[in-house]
Every structure is written in structure tokens, then in C-alpha cells.
């Protein structure tokens, strides 16, 4: 996706009930928005300054609230329809997710020369390899500062 | 190469990271970690010498350091700067003042931090309260209020369209037309009994 504004959207977006999080690539660096729904925290890394990326690996895929409210729902509906049963459900809908995000979850961090910038919108290890494809090419073009 | 320290706990990553890029634990904490180096983590480093930036008579001094020669211009102002006061940004070379008078005045998004989305915020107070019916009189004039006040407040810096603006100044409107109606229907019925 390009906004108006040419930036480009990059893999990852982080959208939580209220906490968001999301990656834009511009011509000369990489704007890194966190914050709410309300109000929105910038951070700018230049391309000529990124030394590299940094995977940790490890910890759970945050689950979705979209699958929380999916889960209590389907708990509500399942306890008035099915009772006992239906609670049974709405609870294995909030855990399947639960356990097939565990272990699959990582961080991205952007090496630059004073320290490193955690990309918060990268949180699955299959998001990362999208996202080093597209930045990689413009931060070996760039001329290191 | 520039050392690159390990995001949990600072320590510097050997070499071997920066030729391969499989999982390795860090020597300090055990996080297990990958490295895709970039072109700039081989660079060699840059410092400025002191050495190199003074002045001999023959060469213009920077404007804020006199003992300094000056090897650049201010893009915005024209003032001389030496390597340490000359800010890159972009395409410009810009001055101390300069940068700070731009990030003071809001003109340029390249020099935003933060933004509040107000288009977000009226659109929350219209739709949110509807769920309740009855909070809806006190969202919707909050909404129309802050849809009118804030309309010429820039959106998000990515998000340029502002329908939502424009919907909640509807919505809310709508909602008070509801209010005016319910309260008019009231009145007239007490009126007949």
C-alpha cells in the first residue's frame, strides 16, 4: 500500500484493542509509528545509518483482540444455547490460537551505530523475512553517514 | 565493523555473527539471536577530528564556533556551519536555529514526534456512546465539538484521508436530531395527558 504521502507500508502492523504499531518505508529511512488509536509516536531510521537487522527469537505471537472478543462471544452464545458445552468452545477458540502462536513469536530490532530500534509492528518470524527483503535493498544503496 | 550490541542485554556480538546468518545464542544472556548485516556495519568509522575542523586565517569561521572553519551553508538561513553543526536532513543542510525553528513551527512532518488523531477521537465519541442509546447525549455534542474545532488538524502522518472527521460531525448531528425528536415527542405527549 502507498499512502499520498509516499510511504509504503511494510510487513507487520500491529493493531491491538487500544496499542498499535506499524512500518513505513520513504525514500530515505523508515518510519516506525507507535501509540493508540489516538494518538500516534514517530521514530525515523535512516537508511544510510541502518547497520543491520536483529532477530530474537522467541516468546508467543500476541494474539489478536479480534480473536479475544471472537472467543468471548462465542463463549456468550455458547453458554445460552449449549450451557456447560458451549463455554468449552468459546474457551478452546482462545486457546487454539494461543497455542499455535507459541514459540513462533520474535522482535526486530534495527542496529544503527548509537544503539537499537525495536520494530514493535514485527512480532512472527514470517513477517521478518518480508520486511529485511524490502528494506535490504535501499540500506545497501544507501551511502553509510 | 562497527559493533552491534545484543538488544537484550547490550553485550557486543562476536564476529561470527556477522558472517552467518543462523540463530545463535548471546554469550551474556542466551537470547537467541540472528544477524543480517548491512553495507554500513562494514564501513569504516567516521570521526571528526578536532584537527581537521580548525580554522587558519585564510578559511571563513562556522557562525556559532570561531575557532571552527566552516565547511557548509545553512540551506534555510545561509549561515556558515563547521561538520559538527551542519544537521543533514535529506536534501538540505540546516543550522541549530533552524532546526529548531522548523521543528517548532509543525510546517515540516519530517520533523513531527507526535500527532494526535483527533478525526479518531470524534469519531470514537459518535460511534462508541451509540451502543448505549443514552450516553449518545453526551458523545454526540462532544463529537460535533471536536469534529468542528480540530477539522483542520492534520490526520495521521501515513493516513492522509479524513472521512472520519466528516462521519462523526454526521453521526453526532443525527444523534441530537434523535435527542431533539425523542424530547419534542415527550413533551408533546405530557402536553396531551
Known sequence: MIT?????????TRRGFIRRASAWMADDHILLITGTRFHERYARVYYRDMQGLIIQRGGNIPI???WIVLAAVSAAIGA???GAWGLLIGAFALIVPLGLGAGFGCRLYIATAVGNVQVQSVTKTWQVSRFSAMVRVRAEEARPS | MSPIGCPQCGWELPPRMFESTDFAPCQICGAELSLLPFRAAFAP???LRSADMARSEEEAPCF???SKKAAQSCSR?????????AAEFGSEVLCPDCLVAAARSGQDARLETERTLYDSIAFALAVVPAFTVSFTIFGAPAAIYTALRFRKRPTSLVRRRRWRIWAALLIGLAEVGFWVFAIAVAVTNRQQT
Not at chain 2, 538561513?77 to 553543526?85: E, K, Q, T
Request: proline content about 0%.
Open chain 2, 77 to 85: 538561513c545561509g549561515r556558515f556551519l563547521c561538520s559538527l553543526c
Open chain 2, 45 to 47: 568509522k567516521q570521526e
Open chain 1, 80 to 82: 445460552v444455547q449449549l
Open chain 1, 4 to 12: 499520498s504521502n509516499g510511504y509504503v507500508a511494510l510487513s507487520g
Open chain 1, 64 to 66: 489478536s483482540w479480534f
Open chain 2, 64 to 66: 556559532y564556533h570561531e
